[in-house]
């Protein structure tokens, strides 16, 4: 009995170091109403994991949450093998936890490269010193141009980010992410609002960015989920319903229940 206890500690040990974004028990309560209650997800270190569900089902309060722009009413959120659920969203950025957001934030009378730059002031030390001069800042250019690059915007390094496209503009928004170097990205709709011929290049984009890195994100597009991810968790009215891979969750009768019982928002 002993020895099995200890296999199956060692078991939980390397599960533990597999998964680099842990929740337990994870719950907030908006005056009275649980948005998310008791969410256990564990996100597996080098995966891309999908949230899904239909509209309202907690997706981004849950995202809220595990990037601490929320505080949970209870439940702990282990990054890494560090309890981080008392630090705040800065705190958890600089460990590398970092976000993208539903709405594209860029500067739009920046051009592409400028907003590459200001994110990476921020992990070269020189955040918020917008009054120094453009020389200083000059050495950030070469790696603000291997960014932009890599998301396929070396061409529009030079355009005002209000003038590109909003696909680019989203890929603008990865570039920025990639800058404060996350081990874990979290995409909030990466595709949303997009045109057809805009989701190809951005689900690829996507997956390039994920080499060395894990991706956990809320999409609405299962078309881009059954190409992209690894692990699949469903939610449903603030908890979980399903988790798997695709094959799993697209054939789970509560999860299609779910899907066409589904409510606009």
């Not at 994870?26 to 008791?38: C, E, I, M, Q, R």
Request: glycine content about 8%.
């Amino acid at each position: 009995m002993a020895n099995s206890s200890a296999v199956l500690s060692r078991t939980e040990t390397a599960q533990d170091a597999d998964n680099v974004l842990v929740a337990e028990g994870l719950t907030k309560v908006f005056a009275g109403f649980a948005a998310v209650k008791d969410v256990n997800l564990a996100v597996r270190r080098g995966s891309i994991h999908a949230l899904i569900g239909p509209n309202g089902a907690g997706k981004t309060t849950c995202f809220n949450l595990l990037t601490k722009t929320l505080a949970p009413t209870s439940g702990k959120i282990v990054f890494d093998g560090e309890d981080i659920s008392s630090l705040r969203t800065s705190q958890v950025a600089r460990r590398g936890l970092v976000r993208s957001f539903q709405i594209s934030a860029t500067f739009p009378n920046l051009t592409a490269r400028e907003n590459v730059r200001v994110a990476l002031q921020s992990s070269y030390g020189t955040a918020y010193q917008f009054w120094r001069s453009l020389r200083a800042v000059a050495p950030l250019n070469s790696r603000a141009d291997e960014l932009l690059e890599q998301v396929g915007l070396a061409n529009s390094r030079d355009t005002p980010a209000a003038e590109l496209s909003y696909g680019k503009k989203r890929a603008l928004e990865i570039a920025t992410t990639l800058a404060l170097e996350p081990r874990v990205m979290l995409l909030d709709e990466p595709t949303a609002g997009m045109g057809h011929e805009d989701i190809e290049p951005i689900t690829d984009l996507i997956r390039r960015a994920a080499v060395g890195r894990t991706v956990l994100l809320v999409e609405h597009n299962l078309s881009v989920v059954s190409t992209l991810c690894d692990k699949i968790t469903v939610l449903q009215h603030g908890q979980v319903l399903a988790e798997g891979n695709y094959a799993e969750v697209s054939n789970n009768p509560a999860v299609v229940t779910a899907y066409m019982g589904g409510v606009d928002e």
